[in-house]
C-alpha cells in the first residue's frame, strides 16, 4: 500500500509489525508490516476476524503497547518518539477500557478532560456541553457502577471525547451490546465524522463495517489484504456482499 | 514528571478510595474503633467474669487451726463467698475438684517465741483451676487483715511497734512518675500496633488500585490517557501511601484517647498518664510516613501482578505476615536500639518509635534507621519503576504470574520484548 510519507494526513502508518513471544508457540507475528493512512472526517474501518490483529494495530497506534518494527503517526505525532502527544491527539475507546465505577458519570467526564490535558479553564464547559450532547444530563450525579449498560456506553463515548481529540480509535465498541445500544454507538460514531474527526474503527461484524465505514481494510494474519471504499472493493472483486468480498481475500477464490 | 497530572491522578485515586466501603473500613473505621471496641469487650468479658466468679463459693478446710487463732475462723465464716468445709481426705477432694483449698497450720520449728501463737500457713490448691486459684486469694484477703490485727495486738503487748516486730520487712517504692510508667506501657504497645495499622491501611488500596484496575478493566483505559506511566505510578504510590499513614496516625490517636479514659477500668493503675513527648513527634511522624512508604511500594509491586483483586490478596498476605512477623522480637521490654537492630528493616522503625516514646534519642541508630528506610523505599521504587517501563507487565502477558514473568525477564532481549512507550 501507498503511504504518503510527508505524514500530512491525520494518521499515517507504515510498516507497523509486532511479534510476542509465546512459550508453547514460540514467536508469533500478530501484525506483520501494515500500512493505511486515514484522512479528515472519515470513518477508517478496520474489518477482521478474531485474532486477525485488528486490537494490536489500535493499540500501537494508540501507544499503549510499542511495535517491534515499523511506526505510525496521529497528527504529525510519532507513536514511539512522541505518545503522551500521541494520546492528546487521540481518544481510545474498546470494549474492555471500563469507567471508574465509583466516580460519577460528570466526575468521569472532567477527570479524562483534565487527565488528557484540556485546557483548565474550559473543563467546565466542555464537560457541560458533553453531559448535554449525550443526553445523560438526569443522571450526571450518579455513581457509574449504579448506570445501566447504555448508559454507561454513552458515558464511556463521552469521555472518550473529553479532551475533544481530532482523531478517535473505537475497537470493536459494540461487542457484547444488545441491538439498541449497538445503534446508539453507531450514531455517535457518525456524529464524530460529522464532526470533523478521523474515526478508525475496528469489527468483525460485517454490516456495521458496511454501515458505517468509508474506506475498509481487511486485515487477516496481522496483513492488510485489501484497502477501498466499499464500492472500491465491489468493483475490484466483482461481488456485492461484503461478507462474500471478506472470504474471498480471506480464503482466497473459490 | 507533571505534578498537575499527578495531583489530579492523586485525587481521583482518594475520592473513589472514600466511596469504597473497603478500604473506609479498613483504613479508616477499623484504627479509630479498634481500641475502644477491643477495651469495651475485655471490660465487659471481665466485668462477666467477675460477676460469675463473685457468686461462687470457695470450699476450704482448715487443718490444726490453733485455739488461739480461732478468731480467724470466725472472721472467714463472716466472708458469704467462703465456706468452711469438713473433709475426711481433703488432698483426694482437692484434686477431684471438690475442695478448692486446703490450709495447714504449722508450729514453726526452732524459731524464739516472739509472740504467743505465731504459727506458719501453708496453702494447698490447684493452680489448673480457677475456683481454686480464687479461693486462694479471697483466703489470702481475710488471713492478711487478720495478721495485720494480730501483729498489732501482740507488739502492744510486748511495748513495741509493729514493725520493730515483724523484724526484716520489705518496702516497695516505685521512683517513677506516672507519666513515666504511661510512656513505659506505651512504648511496649503503640510501636507495633503502628506497624501493623500501618499495614492493614496500605493493604486494600494496594490491591484495589492494581489488581482491582486490571479486574474492572479501566488499568487499559488509564494507559489511554496523556499522562506518563510515571505520573500514574507516583499518583498511585502517594495515594497508598497516604491511606497506610492516615490509617497509622488515626489508630495512633485512637489507642491514646482509649489508653487514657479506659485503663482504670482494666484494673490498671489509674493515675497513669499517657502523653508522647512533644520532641518525639517528628520522630514518630516521620518513622510512620518512611514505613508506609516502604509498605506502600512493597504491596504494590506484588499486588500489580495479579489480575483480581482475589489473586493480589493471596499474594500480598505473604507479604503481610512477613512485614509484621520480625515484630516479635521487640515485645521484650529489655531488648536494646542498637547499631544492629537499626539495621533490620520494621523492627528499627519499631525500636525508634519505642525510644521516641520514652523520651530518648539515641541519634546513632536513628540516622542508620532512617538512612536504612530511605534505602529500601528507593530500591522499592526503582524496581516498580522498572516494571512500569515493561510492556509484558503492563498488559499482563504474564498471565498474573510472578514467576512466568521472572521467566521472561531473563529473556528480555527476545524479539517483541522491549520496553513500552511512555
Known amino acids: 500500500m501507498q503511504v504518503d510519507p510527508s505524514g500530512e494526513a491525520p494518521v499515517v502508518v507504515c510498516n507497523l509489525t509486532k511479534t510476542f513471544l509465546d512459550q508453547s508457540r514460540g514467536t508469533i507475528r500478530a501484525v506483520d508490516g501494515i500500512s493505511f493512512q486515514c484522512r479528515e472526517s472519515e470513518i477508517f474501518g478496520l474489518l477482521g476476524a478474531n485474532g486477525a490483529g485488528k486490537t494490536t494495530t489500535l493499540r500501537m497506534m494508540s501507544t499503549i503497547i510499542t511495535p517491534t518494527s515499523g511506526t505510525a503517526k496521529m497528527l504529525g505525532h510519532d507513536i514511539v518518539k512522541d505518545p503522551s502527544g500521541v494520546r492528546r491527539s487521540m481518544g481510545f475507546y474498546s470494549a474492555s477500557t471500563a469507567l471508574y465505577p465509583r466516580l460519577t458519570a460528570r466526575e468521569t467526564i472532567e477527570f479524562f478532560a483534565r487527565i488528557n490535558q484540556y485546557p483548565e479553564e474550559k473543563v467546565q464547559a466542555r464537560v457541560n456541553s458533553l453531559v448535554e450532547r449525550f443526553g445523560i444530563t438526569e443522571y450526571a450525579g450518579v455513581r457509574v457502577e449504579k448506570l445501566s449498560t447504555g448508559m454507561k456506553q454513552k458515558v464511556s463515548i463521552a469521555r472518550t471525547i473529553a479532551h475533544n481529540p481530532r482523531i478517535v480509535v473505537f475497537d470493536e465498541p459494540t461487542i457484547g451490546l444488545d441491538v439498541l445500544n449497538a445503534l446508539e454507538v453507531q450514531k455517535a460514531i457518525h456524529d464524530l465524522r460529522s464532526d470533523g474527526r478521523t474515526v478508525i474503527f475496528s469489527t468483525h461484524i460485517m454490516s456495521e463495517a458496511e454501515k458505517l465505514c468509508d474506506r475498509i481494510a481487511i486485515i487477516h494474519r496481522g496483513r492488510i489484504l485489501a484497502c477501498d471504499t466499499l464500492a472500491g472493493l465491489r468493483e475490484a472483486t466483482g461481488l456485492h456482499y461484503l461478507e462474500d468480498i471478506f472470504l474471498l481475500y480471506v480464503r482466497g477464490p473459490a | 514528571?507533571?505534578?498537575?497530572?499527578?495531583?489530579?491522578?492523586?485525587?481521583?485515586?482518594?475520592?473513589?478510595?472514600?466511596?469504597?466501603?473497603?478500604?473506609?473500613?479498613?483504613?479508616?473505621?477499623?484504627?479509630?474503633?479498634?481500641?475502644?471496641?477491643?477495651?469495651?469487650?475485655?471490660?465487659?468479658?471481665?466485668?462477666?467474669?467477675?460477676?460469675?466468679?463473685?457468686?461462687?463459693?470457695?470450699?476450704?478446710?482448715?487443718?490444726?487451726?490453733?485455739?488461739?487463732?480461732?478468731?480467724?475462723?470466725?472472721?472467714?465464716?463472716?466472708?458469704?463467698?467462703?465456706?468452711?468445709?469438713?473433709?475426711?481426705?481433703?488432698?483426694?477432694?482437692?484434686?477431684?475438684?471438690?475442695?478448692?483449698?486446703?490450709?495447714?497450720?504449722?508450729?514453726?520449728?526452732?524459731?524464739?517465741?516472739?509472740?504467743?501463737?505465731?504459727?506458719?500457713?501453708?496453702?494447698?490448691?490447684?493452680?489448673?483451676?480457677?475456683?481454686?486459684?480464687?479461693?486462694?486469694?479471697?483466703?489470702?484477703?481475710?488471713?492478711?487483715?487478720?495478721?495485720?490485727?494480730?501483729?498489732?495486738?501482740?507488739?502492744?503487748?510486748?511495748?513495741?511497734?509493729?514493725?520493730?516486730?515483724?523484724?526484716?520487712?520489705?518496702?516497695?517504692?516505685?521512683?517513677?512518675?506516672?507519666?513515666?510508667?504511661?510512656?513505659?506501657?506505651?512504648?511496649?504497645?503503640?510501636?507495633?500496633?503502628?506497624?501493623?495499622?500501618?499495614?492493614?491501611?496500605?493493604?486494600?488500596?494496594?490491591?484495589?488500585?492494581?489488581?482491582?484496575?486490571?479486574?474492572?478493566?479501566?488499568?487499559?483505559?488509564?494507559?489511554?490517557?496523556?499522562?506518563?506511566?510515571?505520573?500514574?505510578?507516583?499518583?498511585?504510590?502517594?495515594?497508598?501511601?497516604?491511606?497506610?499513614?492516615?490509617?497509622?496516625?488515626?489508630?495512633?490517636?485512637?489507642?491514646?484517647?482509649?489508653?487514657?479514659?479506659?485503663?482504670?477500668?482494666?484494673?490498671?493503675?489509674?493515675?497513669?498518664?499517657?502523653?508522647?513527648?512533644?520532641?518525639?513527634?517528628?520522630?514518630?511522624?516521620?518513622?510512620?510516613?518512611?514505613?508506609?512508604?516502604?509498605?506502600?511500594?512493597?504491596?504494590?509491586?506484588?499486588?500489580?501482578?495479579?489480575?483480581?483483586?482475589?489473586?493480589?490478596?493471596?499474594?500480598?498476605?505473604?507479604?503481610?505476615?512477613?512485614?509484621?512477623?520480625?515484630?516479635?522480637?521487640?515485645?521484650?521490654?529489655?531488648?536494646?536500639?542498637?547499631?544492629?537492630v537499626a539495621l533490620i528493616p520494621v523492627v528499627n522503625v519499631a525500636m525508634m518509635f519505642r525510644q521516641a516514646i520514652g523520651g530518648y534519642f539515641d541519634w546513632k541508630p536513628m540516622a542508620i534507621t532512617i538512612a536504612m528506610e530511605i534505602f529500601f523505599v528507593t530500591a522499592a521504587l526503582k524496581i516498580a519503576t522498572t516494571l512500569v517501563e515493561r510492556e509484558d507487565f503492563m498488559m499482563d502477558t504474564s498471565g498474573g504470574a510472578f514467576r512466568r514473568f521472572l521467566k521472561r525477564w531473563m529473556r528480555r532481549n527476545a524479539e517483541g520484548e522491549g520496553p513500552i512507550a511512555g
Open chain 2, 1 to 340: 514528571m507533571n505534578w498537575k497530572d499527578i495531583r489530579t491522578l492523586y485525587l481521583r485515586e482518594l475520592r473513589s478510595a472514600l466511596r469504597e466501603r473497603g478500604i473506609v473500613v479498613y483504613s479508616i473505621i477499623i484504627p479509630v474503633v479498634l481500641y475502644p471496641l477491643l477495651i469495651w469487650l475485655v471490660y465487659s468479658a471481665l466485668t462477666y467474669a467477675s460477676g460469675q466468679a463473685a457468686e461462687l463459693k470457695s470450699h476450704i478446710v482448715l487443718r490444726n487451726l490453733p485455739v488461739a487463732h480461732f478468731a480467724l475462723r470466725r472472721a472467714l465464716q463472716a466472708e458469704r463467698t467462703i465456706e468452711i468445709e469438713d473433709s475426711e481426705n481433703p488432698d483426694h477432694d482437692i484434686r477431684a475438684g471438690t475442695l478448692d483449698l486446703i490450709v495447714d497450720f504449722v508450729q514453726v520449728q526452732d524459731a524464739p517465741p516472739l509472740a504467743e501463737g505465731n504459727v506458719g500457713v501453708h496453702l494447698t490448691y490447684d493452680a489448673s483451676r480457677d475456683e481454686s486459684a480464687t479461693a486462694k486469694a479471697r483466703f489470702k484477703r481475710v488471713l492478711d487483715r487478720y495478721r495485720d490485727r494480730f501483729i498489732e495486738r501482740e507488739a502492744a503487748k510486748l511495748g513495741v511497734t509493729r514493725t520493730q516486730l515483724q523484724g526484716f520487712r520489705v518496702e516497695e517504692l516505685n521512683v517513677s512518675s506516672n507519666s513515666e510508667m504511661g510512656r513505659f506501657v506505651l512504648g511496649l504497645l503503640l510501636p507495633v500496633m503502628l506497624v501493623i495499622m500501618l499495614a492493614m491501611g496500605a493493604i486494600y488500596p494496594a490491591i484495589d488500585t492494581t489488581a482491582g484496575e486490571r479486574e474492572n478493566g479501566t488499568w487499559e483505559t488509564m494507559m489511554t490517557t496523556a499522562t506518563s506511566r510515571e505520573n500514574i505510578l507516583v499518583a498511585k504510590y502517594l495515594y497508598v501511601s497516604t491511606m497506610s499513614f492516615v490509617a497509622g496516625c488515626l489508630n495512633v490517636m485512637a489507642m491514646m484517647f482509649t489508653m487514657r479514659s479506659n485503663i482504670a477500668l482494666l484494673g490498671g493503675p489509674s493515675g497513669l498518664t499517657f502523653q508522647v513527648p512533644l520532641a518525639s513527634i517528628p520522630v514518630i511522624v516521620a518513622g510512620a510516613a518512611l514505613l508506609a512508604l516502604f509498605i506502600a511500594a512493597g504491596m504494590m509491586i506484588l499486588a500489580s501482578f495479579a489480575r483480581t483483586f482475589k489473586e493480589g490478596q493471596s499474594l500480598v498476605s505473604p507479604f503481610m505476615v512477613a512485614f509484621v512477623f520480625p515484630l516479635v522480637f521487640i515485645q521484650s521490654p529489655s531488648q536494646e536500639f542498637t547499631t544492629r
